[in-house]
């Protein structure tokens, strides 16, 4: 076995053959004329010339093996629905599903945007995308009207498929009614609507636009529609994901070098075995759920679990209960459902069989040492694997390798710079590289980004180069926005982002979007969101607003009303999701002589911090009335 030091310094080294070798993880129908092509930095372009499809990788391929093996299991707990379908019955749905799309107007390179819930259909709709050579764009169930109109009209859909409704405890959460305000906001509109009719909650078709998925696939019960081979540069999916403005950016993902990277990254850094059970926790509204619940699992032959409900319905134990029933061996999850778990009885950790159980994944969000410990010890020592990535890379910058070579973790690290990421730690200001042990630094991704990271900004590469690779003086260097250190060892630490990018329990969110949609409440003058630490969310957003008529301020029963007018804003435009913990009233906001809004002395005094220099505010006593805003009672 090859030490992970060697393995890594090959994949920096010798990048070429390194990345040749792993391509013989998946099928291609044409083999790859040339494994990297960077001659127009900051653009890689992984593979090209080979085609391939990545449904044929994750479905197709797995037929002649294992057909009548578990691929997809379908778990509800809301609607007490556990469905389980073969590699066969999976291959039978998505051509269905490939088949109703087609027969919709939608061709290769066209837009699918798939607004669902997490149910079985929402994975077909993905795959059937892939197989028809079709760009899909799915947007998070959370998100309200708002936030899917910027999407429709970013992406430009020729179809949208959705749902009745998903559910959250026990109760329907209707989409179609904020989809149909949604295509009423935007500028684009959809040739076609395919709706799944859970019967959860009542639908108004629209005449000539609105399809039912039940009626469509009994008609197409028997569609065979073979995969469409693209080149391994083909866009398979934009995914948006939010920045330091308003408007989000579709993070666009290639074909060949995703399905290669997610291919490895099963065998070195996640370990799971085809015919085995992957179950991930997260959303396919999110990364970790394209890469590891959809793609990643069915491309290693795995089986995975889709979870529809929260943690601790029925009870606390029902992951565990999962585990034991479905074998799983590689569970995903986030440091936020483990402080859920953490507040249930620990008895439920005892009462499954896990032995099943290799390793518990955590990602997303710092994994606090308390978290960990405590779900460390639950498991009986069963390995906690950090992993720290981005919707960008699609898979680990940072994580430990077992699959190379056994190595240890570190509380508070999520490992070393996985194989094919040259992981700088810079200087902010000169952009210098700090090669010392325990400097603090803006961790950046010396070009080409590895095979599965984004391609581009959909449709905007001028701000895919601006936002990600112009941030460093003088050098063409990824910045990942976030702060860390290294220690002698060569595991990282994550300080926090350099942005104004928060994390609430494991969502990234944009202060700037939360701002606008505040801002668009009349009486809303101006307002700025921070991000707050909190013990178990991670983070939640708090917003301090000038009001336009602030006759009532002094009126605690007036100021309570507005604050729960404002945050139905948000929800409303955005999603409860993005819905501020606290929105409090202020007359004016800290900033600079030149007008810059100091979130980050506001950020400090909310979390009880010095706010450092200020000599440049303008106006001290704004941060004095936040301060007694937030300040305890005593
Ligand atoms: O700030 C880092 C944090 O989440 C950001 C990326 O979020 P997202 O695009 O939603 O992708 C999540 C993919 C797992 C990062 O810039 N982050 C992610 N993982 C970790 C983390 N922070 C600390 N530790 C992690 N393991």
Same mark, same amino acid.
Request: contains cysteine; hydrophobic residues 40%.
């Given at each position: ?43 890689? #372009? =992984? ?102 109109? %910027? #999407? ?43 709706? *799944? ?106 089986? %995975? ?89 699609? =898979? ?72 990600? =690779? ?27 982002? %350099? ?12 202060? #700037? ?13 101006? *307002? ?107």
């Amino acid at each position: 076995m090859a030490s992970y030091a060697d393995f890594y310094r090959r994949s920096i080294d010798d990048r070429d053959a390194f990345w040749a070798e792993q391509a013989q993880l998946i099928d291609w129908q044409t083999p790859p004329q040339t494994v990297c092509d960077y001659s127009n930095p900051p653009f890689a #372009r =992984w593979f090209a010339g080979g085609t391939t499809n990545l449904c044929h990788n994750a479905v197709d391929r797995h037929l002649a093996e294992r057909g009548d093996q578990p691929a997809l299991i379908f778990v509800s707990t809301e609607t007490d629905q556990e469905t389980i379908y073969t590699f066969r019955q999976l291959h039978a749905e998505v051509q269905r599903m490939a088949a109703v799309l087609q027969g919709l107007g939608v061709k290769k390179g066209d837009r699918v945007l798939i607004y669902m819930p997490m149910i079985a259909e929402a994975c077909f709709a993905m795959l059937a995308c892939a197989r028809i050579g079709a760009i899909h764009s799915v947007v998070f169930g959370g998100f309200a009207s708002g936030s899917l109109a %910027t #999407r429709i009209d970013d992406a430009e859909p020729t179809v949208i498929v959705s749902a009745d409704a998903g559910s959250r405890a026990g109760k329907p959460v209707p989409y179609k009614h904020l989809l149909d305000e949604a295509i009423q906001l935007a500028k684009h509109k959809p040739k076609a609507v395919l709706l *799944v009719d859970r019967g959860l909650a009542p639908m108004k078709l629209v005449e000539g636009r609105d399809q039912l998925w039940g009626a469509l696939r009994e008609a197409n019960l028997n569609a065979q529609v073979p995969c469409e081979w693209v080149d391994a540069t083909h866009p398979s999916y934009t995914l948006y994901t939010s920045g330091t403005t308003g408007k989000p950016k579709g993070v666009q993902r290639d074909t060949g070098g995703y399905a290669v990277a997610l291919a490895a990254s099963m065998r070195y850094i996640y370990c799971g075995n085809p015919g085995e059970t992957f179950f991930s926790t997260s959303d396919i509204g999110w990364v970790v759920g394209h890469s590891y619940i959809i793609y990643g699992p069915l491309i290693g032959g795995m089986a %995975t679990i889709m979870y529809e409900g929260t943690p601790v319905r029925p009870d606390g134990g029902i992951w565990w209960q999962l585990v034991e029933k479905y074998k799983v061996t590689v569970m995903f999850s986030a440091p936020t459902a483990v402080r859920v778990l953490k507040k249930q009885d620990p008895a439920y950790l005892t009462k499954y069989d896990l032995s099943s159980l290799r390793t518990l994944f955590l990602a997303g969000e710092p994994l606090d040492e308390p978290t960990a410990k405590w779900i460390s010890e639950g498991l009986k020592g069963k390995p906690i694997v950090d992993n720290y990535w981005q919707t960008e890379t699609g =898979w680990p910058i940072l994580a430990v390798c077992n699959g190379v070579e056994p190595t240890p973790t570190k509380f508070g690290s999520p490992g070393k710079a996985v194989y094919g990421y040259n992981v700088k730690l810079l200087d902010d200001q000169t952009g210098a590289e700090l090669t010392g042990a325990n400097q603090k630094g803006v961790i950046a991704i010396e070009g080409p980004l590895p095979p599965g990271c984004m391609q581009t900004v959909w449709r905007d590469d001028a701000r895919f180069v601006n936002t990600y =690779w112009s941030s460093v003086p003088n050098k063409l260097v990824y910045s990942t926005f976030d702060w860390g250190i290294r220690d002698e060892d060569g595991y990282y630490f994550i300080l926090g982002r %350099t942005d104004d990018v928060i994390n609430v329990a494991g969502h990234r969110l944009g202060t #700037r979007e939360i701002e606008e949609a505040i801002s668009s409440h009349p009486n809303v003058a101006e *307002v700025a969101v921070v991000g707050v630490a909190d013990q178990l969310k991670g983070q939640v957003a708090m917003a301090f607003a000038v009001l336009k008529d602030a006759g009532q301020l002094d009126d605690p029963a007036a100021m309570l009303k507005l604050e729960g007018e404002v945050m139905k804003v948000v929800d409303g435009s955005l999603g409860a999701v993005a819905r501020p913990e606290r929105v409090r009233f202020v007359t004016v906001l800290p900033k600079t002589r030149s007008g810059k809004l100091l979130r980050r002395a506001v950020q400090a005094v909310c979390e009880g911090r010095d706010p450092g220099d200020l000599t440049t505010m303008e106006d001290p006593a704004a941060l004095q009335q936040i301060k007694d805003l937030v300040a305890p009672v005593v």
